[in-house]
């Protein structure tokens, strides 16, 4: 039997393992075949490597990171940060063009209407991955494609990503894929080092000493990283009983057929 397959898309290097490893874990544990697409190249996530060099370093994390799980990763090498100067239309384009070559069952990327969301790779990437997993089933989309011998595609499940709890309509238990899901970020290491230095500074501007920073983290930035990830999937669990969770804007069918197959199976 052909392999159900899921296409993660993704911002940045780590975002796949940070927002969904748990998720992505659990259907790789059911046998589905995961690919990610990562969108930019990850070079400004560091406060002292040349973006070169981290670029470099990144993709490697990328491949280990994605391999861990027993997934794929390609790259679409945009610039970090500089996501939505990419000429209008492209990645749009290039988004409906993956789905139809892939053909994948479910789709996991962020949810565009979520509030708070900062990051301008993160915003624009949302609402592009919308904008195509809601009409790449239609023919007169890019109708180019089918000229070179793509179909049109309905993609399935929509497991959106969101950190807005007014957002989250579905919570995954992932509480058996916890340490895969950790383990898998660890492979990240400049951007556990990363994201641990900008906390101290943020504590450095505050006037706080780097000494409220707990679990000895200086020494081991991945111990508070797992506290924080751990945390946060423990409160978005708890609200349903599990003990952990992920938290996911979640879509399917249009709510006509919902509801019908909602009727037919009780
Ligand atoms: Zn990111």
């Known amino acids: 039997m052909k392999k159900k397959r899921v296409l993660v898309i993704i911002p940045h290097p780590d975002d796949a393992e940070y927002h969904a490893g748990g998720l992505i874990a659990k259907f790789i544990s059911e046998g589905m075949e995961v690919l990610f697409l990562v969108a930019t190249d990850g070079r400004c996530g560091s406060y002292s490597q040349a973006p070169f060099k981290l670029t470099k370093i990144r993709r490697q994390e990328g491949i280990e990171g994605a391999n861990y799980l027993g997934a794929q990763v390609e790259y679409l090498n945009y610039m970090d940060y500089e996501l939505d100067q990419a000429p209008v239309g492209e990645l749009r384009e290039k988004l409906v063009r993956k789905i139809r070559e892939y053909q994948p069952e479910i789709v996991i990327a962020e949810d565009p209407f979520q509030k708070d969301q900062v990051h301008p790779d993160h915003r624009y990437l949302a609402y592009m991955v919308s904008d195509a997993i809601n009409f790449s089933q239609l023919p007169n989309v890019f109708p180019k494609h089918l000229d070179e011998g793509l179909q ?115």
């Open 152 to 266: 049109p595609h309905y993609v399935i499940e929509k497991y959106l990503f969101t950190e807005d709890p007014l957002r989250v309509n579905k919570i995954v238990d992932v509480t058996e894929f916890v340490e895969k899901k950790l383990q898998a970020m660890k492979k990240h290491q400049s951007q556990v080092e990363f994201l641990v230095e900008d906390v101290l500074r943020q504590a450095k501007s505050a006037g706080l000493n780097e000494d409220i920073i707990p679990l000895g983290a200086q020494n081991d930035p991945f111990q508070l990283l797992a506290y924080a990830i751990l945390t946060q999937m423990s409160e978005v669990g708890k609200t349903v009983g599990y003990q952990y969770g992920e938290g996911y804007r979640f879509s399917r069918f249009h709510p006509a057929i919902e509801t019908i197959l909602q009727n037919n199976h009780s």
